[in-house]
Structures are given as structure tokens and as C-alpha cells.
């Protein structure tokens, strides 16, 4: 509500609840509302507020209505994605974003419009398919996760590492970074392509960030016993090799002498 040109808060019977003393204010969702605050050098600061007023972050930059706990961040010309903390949680490299709803966000990126989708713990149940590397039959630890088969990163680098589409597996604890190079031979460091896990998993969201040849980019993940895995057309997009499905035979097909054809 806005009084003699300052933003604040009533309850329903009229009541001040939080004083007059913003410049702008917005709706409260998810328990927190987004204000602004001008300095005396004519900056503006965003500010998060709790329902009693309490201000529980302040930030430079823009940010919008927390949505589904989460709210639209910008920094250095791009958009991303933080909780009310200010953690980063989607990464700041698209071009403009849209609020959550149901789970979902549109997101533009390189001129091109996408959804994301907040990622929840799952259940992960063993992929039953049969899975052919260039026609060879390979025995993956793979889950299929909400409908889609997720593999781990380590066993797809280590298989491909003989073809043109190898890529190094990086980690750097100190940043919870996973970092992709495209091109380069991978190093092996010990379980690769091991048993497959028997029985139904919980899959967590993966919170590391993840760079593709030096670039911080968003990619679909989960932890499961402490191995990342992705989303197989996830990668094969990233990488550009063919990945195909032929439900009669139950058969998944990753191919390294094509390229990546959406579904």
C-alpha cells in the first residue's frame, strides 16, 4: 500500500504492520515480499521482508517476487534464479526469465525460448533397457527418473572416450563445481561402468554447478549414493551424438557418428 509517496504494509482491519518507508513494494509470496529502498546517492537496493518486516536480504541488483521460493536475479546483463537466502540457485545466463508457476519458468536464452522445472527428490528405478554404444551392448548403472533415463556421468565419459565425442570429468570441491571439456581424453578414477545398484533409489537434486568447456550452463542432475547422473539426451545434446529409443526392442541407442536429434 502506498502513503504520501512510501510503500508499506496493513493487515486487513487497517492496521500498520510494517511501516512507510519504502520507495516501491511488492506482493508477498511465499511469506516474503520484494521492496525498494533508495540511498542518498539516488541508488536503489531491493530488500526481502518476512511478514513482520524483518528484512532478511538486501541486494544491488534486480530481483523480482519470490515464486515457488524462488525469485528472478540480474547481474552482469543476465538473468538467473535465487532463493529468499540470495543463493544462487539456477545459474545467471539466460537473457530474461519469467516467475515460477506450477513448477515451471519460461526462460529465453540466444534468442530462443525454454522451460525449466524446479527439480524435486525422486524415485529412481533401474533402466531395464537394453543400452547399445555404437550397436555394442553396454551394461550401464543407469535409472530412469520422472519418465527419463539418466545415466552416470562418469560411465558415459569413460565408454566414450575411444570415439570422436569423449569428454573430461572434472571436480573442483572447493567451488562444488562438475566441469565438462568436450574433446579431451577422459581420466578414469576407479568404478567406472561397476554393478548395477539393485532395487528402487531416492534421487536428489544435484546443487553443483556445472561448466561445459569453461561455460557455467544448466543441465538436469541427481545424486544418487554419491554419483551424479544426468539426463542422457541432456548430454547428448551437450556433446552432439545421436541418442534413439526403439520401444519394441526396449532398446536405447547412443550413436557417436551422428548428431543430436531432439525427440
Known amino acids: 500500500m502506498e502513503k504520501d509517496g512510501k510503500y508499506g504494509f496493513i493487515d ?15 506482493t508477498f509470496n511465499d511469506g516474503v515480499a520484494v521492496v525498494k529502498k533508495f540511498g542518498k546517492d539516488g541508488y536503489g537496493k531491493y530488500i526481502y521482508i518476512d511478514k513482520t518486516g524483518k528484512e532478511i536480504l ?6 523480482d517476487d519470490i515464486n515457488e521460493g524462488l525469485a528472478a536475479l540480474y547481474e552482469n546483463e543476465k538473468w538467473g534464479y535465487a532463493d529468499k537466502t540470495g543463493k544462487i540457485i539456477v545459474p545467471l545466463i539466460y537473457d ?12 529465453q536464452k540466444d534468442g530462443k525460448w ?14 531395464a533397457s537394453i543400452v547399445l554404444v555404437n550397436g555394442i551392448n553396454k551394461s550401464f548403472d543407469a535409472y530412469n527418473i520422472n519418465g527419463s533415463n539418466y545415466f552416470k556421468l562418469r560411465d558415459l565419459a569413460y ?11 572434472g571436480w573442483k570441491s572447493e567451488d562444488n563445481a562438475i566441469s565438462l571439456t568436450s ?12 554393478a548395477k545398484s539393485a532395487g528402487n533409489k531416492t534421487a536428489t537434486p544435484t ?3 556445472i561448466y561445459l568447456d569453461g561455460k557455467e550452463i544448466n543441465l538436469t542432475a541427481y545424486n544418487i549414493d554419491g554419483n551424479n547422473y544426468f539426463k542422457l539426451r541432456d ?29
Open 12 to 26: 486487513k482491519t487497517g492496521k500498520e504492520i510494517i511501516p512507510f518507508v519504502y520507495d516501491s513494494g511488492g
Open 58 to 63: 538486501s541486494a544491488d541488483n534486480l530481483v
Open 235 to 263: 548430454i547428448g545434446q551437450a556433446f552432439d551424438f545421436g541418442v534413439t529409443w526403439d520401444g519394441a526392442k526396449n532398446t536405447i541407442g547412443i550413436d557417436t557418428n551422428t548428431g543430436y536429434m531432439p525427440e
Open 96 to 107: 530474461f526469465v519469467l516467475g515460477f508457476n506450477d513448477g515451471i519458468a519460461a526462460v
Open 114 to 127: 525454454s522451460i525449466l522445472e524446479i527439480i524435486k527428490p525422486a524415485a529412481a528405478i533401474p533402466t
Open 159 to 169: 565408454v566414450l572416450n575411444d570415439t570422436e565425442k569423449r569428454f573430461e570429468v
Open 207 to 209: 546443487k553443483s554447478k
Open 183 to 194: 574433446g579431451k581424453f577422459y581420466t578414469p578414477v576407479g568404478g567406472e561402468m561397476s
